[in-house]
């Protein structure tokens, strides 16, 4: 099927594009009232990432409502430990919560490291199938995955954390037992992602949330090195990685096999691009608060962010994703300006 | 009374040293089961921040079991906005919440513009005081503060948070009021540490925790800003300002009138140092999970760390609070390590 709007696949290649696109993280979820009424009608969080036909829904719900220039695939990155055998559970208000998790080496056996991942993990594929059906081209659908680093945290940890302390003790103590769960996220990460292009996804994003936990020489051997393992794999689709807070390690990443760089709000774009350099699209990075002014402020702040680009290979976001509690008409501004701009 | 060690001073002026100075944050705490023996014969967490016998207590343990080259006064950064008028209650197992916030114009006359800090803050003056009664001239004894920013942060938020996002809202809907707050915090904050330095305390340490949050821009103006008026103001003991997170900031920070500036471990200290420059005392960055290692593995990561120093002006510390579950053995290997490396 032909893409309608393909600027965001240009713009990650470093191709010519007329403007720049545009989208936002966590765009499908509680922003939009439409998504609260699917949501609402549910048992949970988990009902709506494993109905294909509703994820596939609210995937789309942005692109209708909001006019972004690609849609993200509406799951969640913890459906791969979940897939490897670590049942999560999502509590409200607390977020994430593992009943088992991995510490010594003997609790390894809890997971399995060799999973079909077109079976454990067919809702996914089966919610990306149904959504490019619906979206019939009228944007490119991106799939994701969580890297490595960010889901040993959780498999270690069992739950969200301040410090992640527990998961950083272990790359101390048993460092070991830290790289034989991490090749094994990865290997099943490389071949759930690749299940993805296949499904359909016309890009992928790999989200490690909790790379700024770590110093630059810990993120260089238990971030870094599997990240470049599953860019060197996954070559189908163009690739963003999105390192929050690793600004230390973002020459190292631009080095890797992929085509966009996520940037988060705190660190100025200019930087950013000194960094990482001329070769790779960058993607970000207003500040998600920067959504809660009012809509002249909001196209300001925009406008600002558009001219320090400086025509540069760019895909347009929010440094993180966007706040359950933004007003929609918000977003439409910041769409809007980005849309309007000339280059 | 004549100090017996003021290594630390020296280090942080900028001068000649036998050997770098080294103390931890959170060394007064929960890693000492001399420690959870005080504090657990009591009501809770602010019975012993407001006791000063006991509060000195727990603040000389670590000189006596660690042995520390510095004493901080035991106390929290939370009873300034207390005495503003805003009470807090430190939560077991959730962290500290306010009853009442600040979000609006109006709700600022919740807050006492102008207060007697002698008279509000006297249970802390009195425990500098009977500290540096018992250490007797032992090891100097370090008086702090929050950032005005930090602080705002939980008089808007009202309770630890991932994004605090409320109070970030605040500097794009009402950037006036978030002056007049940050301000106000501001003066209470010099009047304090004045008392504090009055009261005894031979140096001065700012922790703005949350500094990270913020892009470079917005950090300027709501952060930079107002550590500039206490640096300016406050100059009777060497002062260090630890802005968490904020490594795109650290020039300018340098530039303030400061002697050291706090290092977390997620930057390299050698690129800090280039930030920097040389005329400034440089205090960290030990990742704190590194003390979950065996004690060779301690012993090596901290040689590493101090041969990472060049012979330059630096106080050693962790990049962060020692994590109370911590064995204080490995603490003490730490603290040995720094005592017996020869520069």
Redesign the interface.
């Known amino acids: 099927m032909s893409l309608q709007n393909d600027l965001i696949l240009r713009a990650a290649r470093g191709e010519e594009t007329e403007r720049y696109p545009v989208w936002l993280m966590r765009q499908a979820g509680r922003i939009l009232t439409e998504y609260r009424a699917v949501r609402g009608a549910l048992s949970g969080f988990k009902e709506l990432v494993e109905t294909p036909e509703l994820a596939a829904e609210v995937t789309i719900q942005p692109v209708d409502i909001l006019g972004v220039d690609a849609a993200i695939i509406f799951s969640d990155i913890l459906v791969v430990p979940e897939a490897m055998g670590l049942e999560y559970q999502m509590v409200e208000q607390k977020g994430p919560w593992f009943e088992e998790t991995i510490r010594t080496e003997s609790e390894l056996s809890k997971v399995d490291f060799d999973i079909d991942v077109e079976d454990r993990l067919s809702y996914v594929l089966e919610a990306i199938k149904i959504t490019n059906k619906s979206l019939d081209g009228r944007v490119p659908l991106i799939g994701f995955a969580g890297a490595p680093w960010t889901i040993f945290c959780y498999m270690t940890e069992g739950q969200?954390s301040?410090?992640f302390?527990v998961a950083?003790?272990i790359?101390?103590?048993n460092p070991i037992l830290a790289h034989r769960l991490l090749d094994a996220i990865t290997n099943v990460t490389i071949k759930y992602l690749k299940a993805q292009v296949k499904a359909g996804a016309h890009m992928l994003q790999l989200f490690d949330s909790w790379a700024?936990?770590?110093?630059?020489?810990?993120y260089a051997t238990f971030g870094l090195h599997y990240l470049k393992k599953i860019a060197d794999a996954v070559n189908e689709v163009p690739l963003t990685l999105f390192s929050k807070?690793a600004?230390?390690s973002y020459s190292e990443l631009a080095a890797l096999n992929c085509n966009t760089i996520g940037v988060d709000?705190?660190?100025?774009m200019k930087?950013a691009r000194l960094l990482v350099g001329e070769d790779r699209t960058l993607q970000g990075n207003l500040?998600?608060?920067?959504l809660?002014?009012?809509h002249k402020?909001v196209e300001n702040v925009t406008k600002n962010m558009l001219k320090s680009f400086e025509n540069k290979r760019h895909i347009v976001n929010l440094?993180?994703g966007v706040?359950p509690?933004v007003d929609p008409e918000k977003v439409k501004t910041f769409i809007q300006t980005v849309k309007n701009f000339e280059r």
Do not use: C, M, N, V
Not at 287 to 290: G, I
């Open positions: 969200g301040k410090t302390s950083r003790k790359l101390y103590t700024g936990i770590l110093g630059p020489e810990q807070g600004h230390h709000w705190q660190i100025d930087k500040d998600p608060s920067a809660y002014a009012s402020d440094g993180h706040y509690d």
